[in-house]
């Protein structure tokens, strides 16, 4: 197995990111690494459907753990929300920057349903920092091409992020 380049992008003073047409039947698996310069965060990924549409119905769930390092923590989860799946969580203050590492699986399945795992991190004072894990699902049967990445505080971000899927060569070890 191996992790391919797919894709990078930059980008300026925008509260949302859309990425499209990165997810293909070639891979089952994608890797999203994304970093935000400013202390917006990172806040909700949203789905983009096979015509281009950014998918906004309330039928996004997620299930989340954020800790602090005053040892505070907390489980989020939501089970239809038109905002996405959380994958970070807003700082106390303003913070120095985010990173997201997101594992997205079969999106492009029209008969099954897109999932993720995640885990992000929050940069901003000793005790405003956050550190988030968690799982999200889309359960609709939707052919999934890309993904959009709204900042949680609404506010304009820069930052950058690139996607690798992940390339199986030798598949007889899966059990079915």
């Known amino acids: 197995m191996s992790w391919r380049y797919i894709h990078s992008q930059e980008w300026s003073n925008v509260a949302a990111v859309d990425v499209t047409d990165?997810?293909?039947?070639d891979f089952k698996?994608?890797?999203i690494m994304a970093q935000d310069d400013d202390g917006f965060g990172l806040g909700y990924i949203k789905f983009i459907d096979g015509n281009g549409s950014v998918i906004t119905d309330d039928d996004y769930k997620y299930a989340g753990k954020t800790i602090t390092p005053t040892g505070?923590?907390?489980?989020?989860?939501?089970?239809?929300?038109p905002y996405g799946i959380k994958v970070a969580e807003r700082p106390t203050s303003h913070s120095n920057g985010s990173l997201l590492n997101m594992w997205v699986y079969n999106p492009t399945d029209p008969d099954g349903v897109t999932t993720c795992t995640f885990e992000s991190t929050v940069n901003a004072s000793s005790?405003?920092?956050?550190?988030?894990?968690?799982?999200?699902?889309?359960p609709m049967r939707n052919v999934v091409t890309g993904f959009r990445i709204d900042t949680v505080t609404g506010g304009n971000t820069t930052g950058k992020l690139k996607v690798y899927g992940l390339a199986y060569k030798d598949l007889s070890w899966v059990v079915v």
């Open 22 to 25: 990165v997810f293909t039947t």
């Open 29 to 31: 698996t994608y890797r």
């Open 72 to 81: 505070s923590s907390g489980n989020a989860n939501d089970t239809g929300n």
């Open 127 to 138: 005790s405003a920092s956050r550190a988030r894990i968690g799982v999200g699902l889309l």
